[in-house]
């Protein structure tokens, strides 16, 4: 099992910034893709950014709504999983869930995800 707790939500301007982090606890978390969803009222939940570590190399994706924006980091030594996000605005609002995956999964399918965590409210003000 894997554990996952998101922070660092909260409402901020369009044209601000805020960092999200995850931090994870349970079995070996390098082992894991770590990625961020994102669901806004009435709609589905969608890829954000993902990351995964192999071979010493670290992989980033980005869906083509946040690329340039956003910035998706990991840091093994402290189980945490980071979401760096620049330059908001109010079609960014959402809860945002971080999320744990084995690797050779699907990276932006939120089925292939087996890990949650419950979700932290991003609101960016026009």
């Known amino acids: 099992q894997v554990q996952l707790v998101e922070s660092g939500g909260g409402l901020v301007q369009a044209g601000g910034s805020l960092r999200l982090s995850c931090a994870a606890s349970g079995r070996t978390f390098s082992n894991y893709n770590m990625g961020w969803f994102r669901q806004a009222p009435g709609k589905e939940r969608e890829f954000v950014a993902a990351?995964?570590?192999?071979?010493?190399?670290?992989?980033?994706y980005y869906a083509g709504s946040v690329k340039g924006r956003f910035t998706i980091s990991r840091d093994n030594a402290k189980n945490t999983a980071y979401l760096q996000m620049n330059s908001l605005k109010p079609e960014d609002t959402a809860v945002y869930y971080c999320?744990?995956?084995?690797?050779?999964?699907?990276?932006?399918?939120?089925?292939?995800?087996?890990?949650w965590g419950q979700g932290t409210q991003v609101t960016v003000s026009s």
């Open positions: 999320a744990a995956q084995s690797p050779r999964q699907r990276i932006g399918v939120p089925g292939e995800y087996d890990y």
């Open positions: 990351i995964r570590w192999s071979g010493g190399s670290t992989y980033t």
